[in-house]
């Protein structure tokens, strides 16, 4: 059996009941494969077992009391998976449906996703099945302070920084420091995505949707396109949505379908930002409340019918595999000819392959999606400087760092004989770096 089979048998076996996890590594190790059939060294160092082993699983009980004066107990993560090329960085993920697999499928992209950003950060991910939704500010708060009050002794600035995901934002972060800062009695840049009043950086809130468009507007122009004119659907009205939307626009595309857990709204006038940041960012509401408000625009009950939409960019913004095969199909069948993830691996692999035999120009998440832990580590880089660079510089970084990250992906494909398959690349391009870094450290 070939090295790369094997090593996701073995994986598997180990790890049974974890399918996101071992379907974000088959994605990945299917990707390498010319790269250990090139370095044989890789295999002699069991590089990829090492790998696919988190260097550390932490899973604590997280107690609270809610307003009625009831006891809860959720669960707590964080997976410090690799260290290599620096401090694990990572988000934490506040959602029911949290559990080990999908904290290490998110873990074990951050690897790769932190390398191809060029800055020195490791990866790891964290968070709780906690549900956010329908909690009150109290309750949130003691929330986020007793996961802390745990999660204080694991991390640090040096060794490993936290910041946000799905839901997970400015607020949580906000309860999540104040804690650590009481604890530890340092006022250090332990979390990232902080406040800007408590040492947060201009344009990290807008930094992963803005990447994602610029990262889709590198590939429309190497192919002598552009933004303007375009149809596009974006999934989600979270954080990376919405500022996904607000670039895309911005560009002069029509942004004319949004969703949440709920259901979608189609605005064939083009979606009107501002009433879904009022909703959804002030309110904290359903985004069934956007057809109420503006006139000519449709609700639609649960969320699949999106990818019905006849659109040239799909940007999925929300949640793993929201794309499958079917939805896939459907949106070839009707004419898109980009997609950019902005969520963390939201096609499922019968729908990457569908998109590619189709042609479709596909932008994996571990690279479209890295804008934002990108400007973490300038937010990093600022904190330990002291210092504040202004939204424009920061926004110059990002999209330096954009059409790095897509030239470099574009290269290794090349290079490794898979041209126009940026799965492929993003893997090779992120994984190349990594290796580099942990040959040179020995057997660890
Ligand atoms: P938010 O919590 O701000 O928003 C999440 C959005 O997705 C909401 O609209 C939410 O709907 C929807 N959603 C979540 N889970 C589901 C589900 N199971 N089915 C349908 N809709 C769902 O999160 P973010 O915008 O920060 O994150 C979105 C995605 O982007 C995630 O995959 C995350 O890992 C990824 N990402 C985030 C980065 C960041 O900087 N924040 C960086 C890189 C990637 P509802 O409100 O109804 O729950
Ligand atoms: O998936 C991701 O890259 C994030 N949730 C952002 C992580 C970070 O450390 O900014």
């Known amino acids: 059996m070939q090295y790369v089979e094997r090593v996701l048998e073995e994986l598997k076996r180990k790890n049974p009941n974890e399918p996101e996890f071992h379907q974000a590594a088959t994605e990945i190790l299917n990707g390498l494969k010319p790269v250990v059939a090139k370095h044989p060294e890789y295999e002699n160092a069991a590089l990829l077992e090492r790998f696919v082993e988190p260097e550390r699983v932490i899973i604590f009980r997280v107690p609270w009391v809610d307003?009625?004066?009831?006891?809860?107990?959720?669960?707590?993560?964080?997976?410090?998976?690799?260290?290599?090329?620096?401090?694990?960085?990572?988000?934490?993920?506040?959602?029911?449906?949290?559990?080990?697999?999908?904290?290490?499928?998110?873990?074990?992209?951050?690897?790769?996703?932190?390398?191809?950003?060029?800055?020195?950060?490791?990866?790891?991910?964290?968070?709780?099945?906690?549900?956010?939704?329908?909690?009150?500010?109290?309750?949130?708060?003691?929330?986020?302070?007793?996961?802390?009050?745990?999660?204080?002794?694991?991390?640090?600035?040096?060794?490993?920084?936290?910041?946000?995901?799905?839901?997970?934002?400015?607020?949580?972060?906000?309860?999540?420091?104040?804690?650590?800062?009481?604890?530890?009695?340092?006022?250090?840049?332990?979390?990232?995505?902080?406040?800007?009043?408590?040492?947060?950086?201009?344009?990290?809130?807008?930094?992963?949707?803005?990447?994602?468009?610029?990262?889709?507007?590198?590939?429309?122009?190497?192919?002598?396109?552009?933004?303007?004119?375009?149809?596009?659907?974006?999934?989600?009205?979270?954080?990376?949505?919405?500022?996904?939307?607000?670039?895309?626009?911005?560009?002069?595309?029509?942004?004319?379908?949004?969703?949440?857990?709920?259901?979608?709204?189609?605005?064939?006038?083009?979606?009107?930002?501002?009433?879904?940041?009022?909703?959804?960012?002030?309110?904290?509401?359903?985004?069934?409340?956007?057809?109420?408000?503006?006139?000519?625009?449709?609700?639609h009950e649960g969320c699949a019918g999106i990818w019905n939409i006849p659109c040239d960019v799909a940007l999925p913004c929300a949640t793993q595999n929201e794309i499958g095969e079917e939805a896939a199909r459907t949106l070839v069948k009707n004419g898109v000819k980009y997609v950019g993830e902005g969520a963390n691996m939201p096609t499922t692999l019968e729908g990457i392959a569908a998109f590619q035999r189709a042609g479709v120009v596909f932008l994996p998440a571990k690279a479209a999606n890295a804008g934002g832990v990108a400007t973490s580590a300038l937010e990093m880089a600022q904190s330990s400087g002291r210092m504040f660079w202004s939204f424009e510089e920061v926004d110059a970084k990002l999209k330096g760092i954009m059409a790095n990250i897509y030239r470099n992906m574009d290269l290794a494909a090349r290079e490794y004989g898979a041209e126009g398959d940026y799965v492929a690349g993003a893997n090779i391009a992120g994984f190349l770096k990594v290796a580099e870094a942990m040959m040179a450290q020995g057997i660890v």
Do not use: W
């Open 67 to 299: 307003d009625g004066g009831k006891t809860h107990v959720n669960r707590g993560y964080r997976v410090q998976f690799n260290s290599a090329i620096g401090p694990y960085k990572g988000g934490l993920r506040f959602h029911p449906s949290v559990n080990l697999s999908i904290i290490k499928f998110l873990g074990l992209e951050q690897i790769l996703k932190n390398s191809l950003t060029g800055l020195p950060i490791g990866g790891g991910k964290g968070g709780s099945d906690f549900d956010p939704k329908g909690k009150s500010e109290g309750e949130i708060m003691r929330f986020c302070q007793s996961f802390m009050t745990e999660l204080y002794r694991h991390i640090g600035q040096d060794n490993d920084v936290p910041a946000g995901d799905i839901g997970v934002g400015g607020r949580e972060i906000g309860y999540l420091f104040g804690q650590y800062k009481r604890i530890c009695n340092e006022h250090v840049g332990v979390l990232t995505g902080r406040g800007l009043s408590y040492g947060g950086s201009l344009a990290r809130t807008e930094a992963t949707g803005y990447g994602l468009v610029y990262m889709v507007e590198e590939a429309l122009k190497a192919r002598g396109d552009g933004f303007c004119g375009k149809t596009v659907v974006v999934s989600g009205s979270g954080n990376v949505a919405i500022y996904a939307a607000e670039k895309a626009q911005s560009l002069g595309a029509k942004v004319v379908a949004m969703y949440d857990s709920n259901g979608f709204i189609y605005d064939g006038a083009g979606v009107k930002l501002e009433v879904i940041k009022q909703i959804k960012e002030v309110e904290r509401g359903r985004i069934k409340e956007y057809a109420a408000r503006v006139k000519g625009a449709e609700y």
